[in-house]
């Protein structure tokens, strides 16, 4: 499975590795993932439960979509030792980051610009461009529009600049490797200010949307006492 992540790494993926149906299961809870892959290895009485834990936990609207990862001579019936061999696992690894990357746009686009979201009497319905504080609209731009909307869809979760970034459609270069990079600061920066803004709008609320140091941002989630600060 460490061949299977290092290429949907590659592709640009966000993967995490998880030892075993247990532990998998409690990552899935944590994290919300929009695709799980399964190891081959897995016997096939465990598959089965862990679907049904991720769907009993999760529920219909985001439950993952479920795959098997490829095994190069499981797969082909060549043999191992082969040139043919490696080139069928390889081709075998790249549709599956293929697959990865089109269920995983599904999964945000069946959502993204459809529901309507609401948390800590901030409403944002994106099919009316409308966004709401105890009432009264607001008025953001179309860029802090969808920032706003990227982190209340997961509240809770950290968000990278680079996934809010992606959310937002900003227009940017390939990702720098170096992170002290004037295209990666710039990006960083870029960022930075549309978040300011938005907390500058959301007034006492702007402190609902956290800054995780080193990392991106989060919507506090619903259960947190907007109060506590008071």
């Known amino acids: 499975m460490h061949a299977v992540a290092e290429n949907l790494r590659q592709t640009g993926c966000e993967v995490h590795l998880a030892q075993g149906t247990r532990e998998g299961l409690q990552q899935a809870m944590e994290q919300i993932p929009d695709v799980v892959v399964l190891s081959r290895a897995l016997v096939e009485a465990e598959m089965l439960d862990l679907c049904r834990s991720l769907l009993r936990n999760l529920g219909d609207e985001t439950a993952p979509a479920i795959l098997i990862a490829p095994t190069g001579p499981d797969l082909t019936g060549l043999d191992d030792a082969s040139h043919d061999s490696r080139l069928a696992e390889s081709l075998a690894l790249d549709l599956l ?77 390939e990702r720098e490797t170096d992170p002290n990079s004037a295209e990666s600061v710039s990006r960083t920066r870029r ?34 006492d907007l109060n506590s600060l008071n």
């Not at 008025?139 to 970034?165: C, N, W």
């Not at 006492?204 to 990392?215: F, W, Y």
Request: aromatic residues 4%; proline residues 4%; positive net charge.
């Open 191 to 224: 960022i930075d200010v549309h978040v300011k803004s938005i907390r500058s709008k959301l007034d006492q609320k702007g402190i609902l949307i956290e800054t995780v140091r080193g990392v991106g941002y989060r919507f506090r989630e619903a259960a947190w």
């Open 97 to 173: 980051a293929q697959c990865v990357k089109t269920l995983t746009f599904r999964a945000r686009h069946a959502t993204d610009g459809q529901s309507v979201l609401e948390c800590h009497g901030i409403r944002l319905d994106p099919r009316l461009a409308l966004v709401e504080m105890d009432g009264q609209r607001l008025d953001l731009t179309p860029t802090e529009f969808r920032l706003l909307q990227a982190l209340l869809a997961r509240p809770g979760h950290v968000l990278s600049r680079d996934q809010l970034e992606d959310a937002a459609r900003l227009p940017h270069k």
